[in-house]
C-alpha cells in the first residue's frame, strides 16, 4: 500500500458510522505512592496510598475509544449498571463524541470493572498489583435480551459497520448470548452493505456470516477446544480457512509480532505487522487491530489492506505503556512509512 491509498481510505472515516455493540467495561486504574505507606492499627497489613484515579472505557469502550482516534462516528450498544462505575464509563464515553443514547442502564446489573492498583516504587518504578473484577455473576435477564435485540434491529440500517466485542467468558452472561447473537446473525441477510465483525474469547466460531477477528489462539479453540503447547502456522491456518468456510466471510487471525492472516476457505495471505522496537504493552492490541480493520472495509478496502490499517493502528497502541492506547490518523500514516521501509 502507498501513502496515496492509505489516505484515500483514511478519509473516509470520518463520514463512517459504526455500531460498537457488546459488553462495555470501566477500566479503573488506582496508581499507589509506596513512598506514603501506612500500617493500618486494627490489622497490621500495610494501607495503600492511592494518589490518583484514572478511569477509561474498556472491552467494547476500548474499540470506541480506538475508532473516535480514528475520526469514525460511533454509537454504543450494550448493557452497563445504574452505579458509580456506570457513571464514570458514561462520562467517558460521552468525552469521546460518542453516541451512548442506545446503552442501557440496569439496577440489577453491574457495569463490569477491571481496578488495576499500580504501585509506584521509591526508585521510580512501576507495576501493577493483584486486580480487582467486578462482573456479572447471573445470565443477561430476558427483558435485557429483549432490549438489546430491539436497539440492534433499529440501528442497523443507520450504520456502516458493527463491530461485535464478546468479551465475557461465562456463555450468556454478557450482552453477546445466544439470543442476541442468533438475532444478529438473522440480520446479516437484510443489511449486506453493512461491514459486520466479531471478536469473541470463547465463542468466535458460533457466528455465521460476518467477518471473524480471532488471535491464534482463539481460532484454535473455535474447533479443538482447548489447545495445549505449540501451535505451527500450518495449524493456525487450516483453522482460519475451516472458520472462513463456516462464516462464509474472510477471517482476520492475529498472529502478534507476525500480523495478521487473511484467511478464506481456499488460502491464507499473511499481512505483516508493523516492526516495533523497545517496550510494549500489548494490551487492547486486538481491539486496536479490529477498529482499524472494520473502519478500513467500511471506506472500500480490500480485506488485505484492511488487515494493514488495523496492524498500522496495533503498532501505535501498543507502544502505549500501563494504559490503553489509541492511533490517530496521523500516526497511522507515520507508521506505514516505517511498515514500507521494512518490506518495501
Not at 33 to 54: F, K, N
Request: charged share 25%.
Amino acid at each position: 500500500m502507498d501513502p496515496h491509498r492509505l489516505q484515500a481510505i483514511l478519509a473516509g472515516f470520518e463520514r463512517t458510522r459504526v455500531l460498537v455493540i457488546g459488553d462495555y467495561f470501566l477500566d479503573k486504574y488506582l496508581d499507589i505512592d509506596r513512598r506514603l505507606a501506612e500500617v493500618s492499627l486494627e490489622t497490621g497489613l500495610e494501607a495503600h496510598q492511592v494518589v490518583r484515579v484514572r478511569t477509561s472505557p474498556g472491552a467494547a469502550g476500548t474499540v470506541v475509544c480506538n475508532l473516535r482516534a480514528l475520526q469514525v462516528g460511533v454509537v454504543s450498544l450494550g448493557v452497563i449498571g445504574d452505579d458509580g462505575e456506570g457513571y464514570e464509563l458514561l462520562r467517558g464515553l460521552r468525552e469521546r463524541g460518542v453516541d451512548t443514547s442506545p446503552l442501557i442502564q440496569s439496577n440489577t446489573r453491574y457495569t463490569p470493572t477491571y481496578t488495576k492498583p499500580m504501585m509506584h516504587e521509591p526508585d521510580g518504578s512501576v507495576h501493577e498489583l493483584s486486580r480487582l473484577d467486578i462482573k456479572n455473576r447471573a445470565e443477561l435477564p430476558r427483558e435485557l435480551e429483549e432490549g438489546i435485540i430491539a436497539r440492534l434491529q433499529k440501528l442497523l440500517p443507520t450504520v456502516q459497520g458493527v463491530i461485535v466485542a464478546d468479551q465475557v467468558p461465562e456463555r450468556n452472561h454478557g450482552v453477546m448470548t445466544d439470543r442476541v447473537r442468533q438475532a444478529l446473525m438473522d440480520l446479516v441477510a437484510q443489511y449486506p452493505q453493512v461491514v459486520i465483525a466479531a471478536d469473541s474469547r470463547m465463542r468466535v466460531g458460533e457466528y455465521r456470516g460476518i467477518y471473524l477477528k480471532p488471535n491464534e489462539h482463539e481460532a484454535m479453540r473455535a474447533l479443538r477446544g482447548n489447545v495445549e503447547g505449540a501451535i505451527t502456522e500450518e495449524e493456525i491456518e487450516a483453522a482460519g480457512r475451516t472458520l472462513s468456510g463456516r462464516t462464509k466471510r474472510p477471517v482476520f487471525v492475529t498472529v502478534g509480532e507476525r500480523g495478521v492472516l487473511v484467511c478464506t476457505e481456499q488460502s491464507c495471505r499473511r499481512v505483516p505487522a508493523v516492526p516495533v522496537t523497545g517496550e510494549i504493552d500489548i494490551v487492547g492490541a486486538g481491539d486496536s487491530t479490529i477498529s482499524g480493520m472494520v473502519s478500513a472495509l467500511c471506506c472500500g478496502a480490500t480485506p488485505e489492506e484492511a488487515a494493514l490499517v488495523g496492524n498500522l493502528v496495533a503498532s501505535v497502541t501498543i507502544k502505549c505503556i500501563g494504559t490503553t492506547g489509541t492511533a490517530s490518523q496521523e500516526q497511522v500514516a507515520e507508521a506505514l512509512n516505517r511498515w514500507r521501509a521494512a518490506y518495501g
